[in-house]
């Protein structure tokens, strides 16, 4: 329903951890109770990521149990 | 609706309207999670947040090498609980009841309100914060009733967050013991997943959408505590299934509170009224 505002919230709290550092991949957890559809989150994730250090990071997603919604993990990117 | 919104656009800001004054305050502009400092105390950036510290949060000031795995274990939603977990100290703090009320648009939760401030005046306090998309004429209509009353109109957005409801409670500043009562945007699935701070969330079903909303709805269902059957005055004509609705709200949540009543003709009020008196038990 709203995976547009949660992918902005997910770059934004990837992009503060990361420091401005480029990021080649993020992971996250979601549970079947979170309210959140993946392939949306999929689908406009190349949009909110396209400037800024997320730039052409891909975004993994494992299953997870109940609500959770989680940012796992990211990885560090070649600097450019 | 807002998957496609385009969230830095105008029609993304969020405002927030004293329908006494007129006065509009922009809380809230394009995007999600944007920063402005209207109080630099509640939108600092913080880096050590009240969470359980886990492995490798404060690690994000090492030089990057390439490759390097860093584990964050951040909840997507933690910035809107952290906030909400300080508006719920703020209303504990201050023996404020603070309600979530949440529906599908038109179930009658205005109405419901203006009956509710009518009815309770005299016993407490009370203030209503609106979330609707544009107008303020919500909260002109409860202002009217009685009550002390702000609107925030989300704009594109579908749901009152956090950091809305600290800038409102902040402007209307509750006297301690009062009734503080949210209508969130007409919305049976966003608002369900955004913790206000509240004491509870009250789902209020109308008689004429249909006994099986909570089956279709279950999340939001799930999440509210109370439910109220509104328009029970006109089940009759529109052949609505009280029993039937029960068995389904049970369904999906077995411990929820339903209340049956009329906001229009005040039938079966009391409980509802009696349950706000005495704190939301």
Redesign the interface.
Known sequence: ??????S???V???S????G??V?RVK?AIGP?A?VETK?LQF?WDIVTEDGPLNGATLEIVAAEGDT???????????A | MCGICGCADKANDVTLIDPETGDKTLIRQGGLLQEHNSDPHRHHHDHHPAHPPHEGQDTPHIHSPSGEVISLEQAILSKNDQIAARNRGWFEGRGVLALNLVSSPGAGKTTLLERTIRDLASERAIYVIEGDQMTSNDAERVRDAGAKALQINTGAGCHLEADMIADAVDQLDPVPGALLLIENVGNLVCPSMFDLGEKMKVAVISTTEGEDKPLKYPHMFRAAETVLINKIDISEVVEFDEASCRRNIAEVNPNATVISLSAKTGENFGPWLSMLVSDGK
Not at chain 1, 16 to 19: I, Q, R, S
Not at chain 1, 69 to 79: A, D, R, S, T
Request: aromatic share 8%; hydrophobic share 50%.
């Open positions: 329903m709203h995976e547009l505002g949660l902005r919230n997910i934004s709290i990837v503060e951890a990361a420091d550092n480029p080649a996250l109770l309210c949306a406009c919604f989680l940012i796992k993990e990211f990885e560090f990117g070649e600097m």
